[in-house]
T-cell receptor, first 113, second 115 residues
Framework: EDKVVQSPLSLVVHEGDTVTLNCSYE??????LLWYKQEKKAPTFLFML????IEKKSGRLSSILDKKELFSILNITATQTGDSAIYLCAVEALSSGTYKYIFGTGTRLKVLA | DTEVTQTPKHLVMGMTNKKSLKCEQH?????MYWYKQKAKKPPELMFVYSYEKLSINESVPSRFSPECPNSSLLNLHLHALQPEDSALYLC??????????????FGNGTRLTVT
């Protein structure tokens, strides 16, 4: 059965701290791994990773994928209270001839002022 | 605002009602998805349409009936729901197809309460 696991489940830090969120997966026919941020409504897209070892970066956020060890990390440096959210990892995998996106449990991040 | 539009934003319905959720995208995406999300849980896949054909049904009860009238529209028809079906229902789209991949683009969801 396809599985995506995130850790930690929740995290409380202070502004300015650096955090590392983890996502490991076991799926057949992997195509990509995606990171999303969810506040009150719909998840918003952060990164899509398809190749191993390539870092994607946007401002204070960065992510890397290890296809050999089947995991990804999302780093947030100099955290701000606006980074408080649930961070979701999703893996795109082939099923019944169609690609579907399987979500992990999410990491709930709270950044204190 | 997102490029995937869902209506209504909120819906309260009784267990004997019939209602529909609607989703629309104009990004030319050919794959569309319904997800269900309960509080403090990740989105859970319900259905996938690929090129207007139902390609994945994740063993969803028949009281949920999806429909894809054309490549831009996706509906979810609801009938005889249970209180435990109360959740945020998210529609999403992606480019679709086996050659190209893109992120999932989500709508803002319909918050459904079944009384």
């Amino acid at each position: 059965e396809d599985k995506v696991v995130q850790s930690p489940l929740s995290l409380v830090v202070h502004e300015g701290d650096t955090v590392t969120l983890n996502c490991s997966y076991e799926v057949t026919n992997f195509r990509s791994l995606l990171w999303y941020k969810q506040e009150k409504k719909a998840p918003t897209f952060l990164f899509m990773l398809t190749s191993s070892g390539i870092e994607k970066k946007s401002g204070r956020l960065s992510s890397i994928l290890d296809k050999k060890e089947l995991f990804s990390i999302l780093n947030i440096t100099a955290t701000q209270t606006g980074d408080s959210a649930i961070y979701l990892c999703a893996v795109e995998a082939l099923s019944s001839g169609t690609y579907k996106y399987i979500f992990g449990t999410g990491t709930r991040l709270k950044v204190l002022a | 605002d997102t490029e995937v539009t869902q209506t209504p934003k909120h819906l309260v319905m009784g267990m004997t009602n019939k209602k529909s959720l609607k989703c629309e995208q104009h990004m030319g995406h050919r794959a569309m998805y319904w997800y269900k999300q309960k509080a403090k849980k990740p989105p859970e896949l319900m259905f996938v349409y690929s090129y207007e054909k139902l390609s994945i049904n994740e063993s969803v009860p028949s009281r949920f009936s999806p429909e894809c009238p054309n490549s831009s529209l996706l509906n979810l028809h609801l009938h005889a729901l249970q209180p435990e079906d109360s959740a945020l229902y998210l529609c999403a789209s992606s480019t679709g197809g086996l050659r190209y991949n893109s992120p999932l683009h989500f709508g803002n969801g319909t918050r459904l309460t079944v009384t």
